[in-house]
Nanobody, 123 residues
Framework: QVQLVESGGGLVQAGGSLRLSCAAS????????MGWFRQAPGKEREFVAT????????YYADSVKGRFTISRDNAKNTVYLQMDRLKPEDTAIYYC????????????????WGQGTQVTVSS
């Protein structure tokens, strides 16, 4: 099992940037493919990005491709989400999770969810 804690959320104007962090503890962090998801009020949790354990493969949702960058530092047991050119529609609680099996785009394939960090983008 791995325990995850997200941080770095906040209030930012449209066009601005934020960097989220997800710190892991417990079982070997480097064994896991890690994902970022988000959930806006009244909506289902949706996939944002994922990064393989060697950091050589990444996938992004179409809505964030070209604006967000996922990365990881296995020595620091941390995965990051750099968010640039933010839009009001990016407002959501952002969660990180560890992938166990199945589709990289589905919440059902992930476990050990963090508590989330709020991102609010004002227009």
């Amino acid at each position: 099992q791995v325990q995850l804690v997200e941080s770095g959320g906040g209030l930012v104007q449209a066009g601005g940037s934020l960097r989220l962090s997800c710190a892991a503890s417990g079982r070997a962090f480097s064994d896991y493919t890690m994902g970022w998801f988000r959930q806006a009020p009244g909506k289902e949790r949706e996939f944002v990005a994922t990064i393989f354990w060697r950091a050589d493969i990444t996938y992004y949702a179409d809505s964030v491709k070209g604006r967000f960058t996922i990365s990881r530092d296995n020595a620091k047991n941390t995965v990051y989400l750099q968010m640039d050119r933010l839009k009001p529609e990016d407002t959501a609680i952002y969660y990180c999770a560890a992938h166990y099996s199945g589709s990289y785009y589905s919440t059902r394939s992930y476990e050990n969810w963090g508590q989330g960090t709020q991102v609010t983008v004002s227009s």
